[in-house]
């Protein structure tokens, strides 16, 4: 599932949209997919795969830690740049706490998430706080070899 048929032949949004909706039927989660600028474009395939993996760690952690009882997925893009955004209403943690222990813990989420936003030249924004929730925040420079951004 790293890299599904949906993101080869249609792109990363409408890879997002399936994820959410096959994510929200097995675990019964309140999860939803919303495509604020009706993005429609492509990105080089590396790209591609890089967005939807680091999406797909944010939802798998927000579906295992945060408790919550909604996930939104949300992309938007604009000339100069695509963002995602994963937000969730559970406990929150403390962003640098977090970061922290993950290196010495050797723990790979939050890690690979700003490695692979890092590979795409892109940034990478963690909100939290404490029984508010979470959001991740991702922004990539508009400019893969294949983008059509429409």
């Known amino acids: ?8 032949d249609h792109g990363i949004a409408s890879a997002l949209q399936t994820l959410t909706q096959k994510i929200a039927k097995l675990t019964n989660k309140n999860l939803l997919f919303e ?26 952690n927000a579906k295992k830690y945060a ?7 949300r992309i938007n893009h604009s000339q100069h740049l695509l963002s995602i955004s994963v937000e969730d209403d559970g406990k ?9 222990s993950a290196v010495k813990e050797k723990r790979l989420g939050l890690r690979s998430m700003e490695e ?10 963690i909100q939290s706080r ?12 508009n400019k893969g070899k294949k983008n059509l951004a429409k």
Not at 1 to 8: A, I, S, V
Not at 130 to 141: D, L, N, Q, S, Y
């Open 35 to 60: 495509n604020s600028s009706n993005f429609e474009g492509r990105f080089d395939s590396l790209i591609e795969i890089n967005l939807y993996r680091i999406t797909q760690e944010a939802v798998n």
């Open 92 to 100: 929150g943690f403390d962003v640098n706490d977090r970061l922290t």
């Open 1 to 8: 599932n790293l890299t599904p048929p949906e993101l080869t």
């Open 130 to 141: 404490a029984m508010k929730g979470t959001r991740i925040f991702i922004e990539v420079p």
């Open 67 to 73: 408790d919550s009882n909604f996930i939104l997925v």
């Open 116 to 125: 692979r936003v890092g590979l795409l030249d892109g940034a990478m924004t």
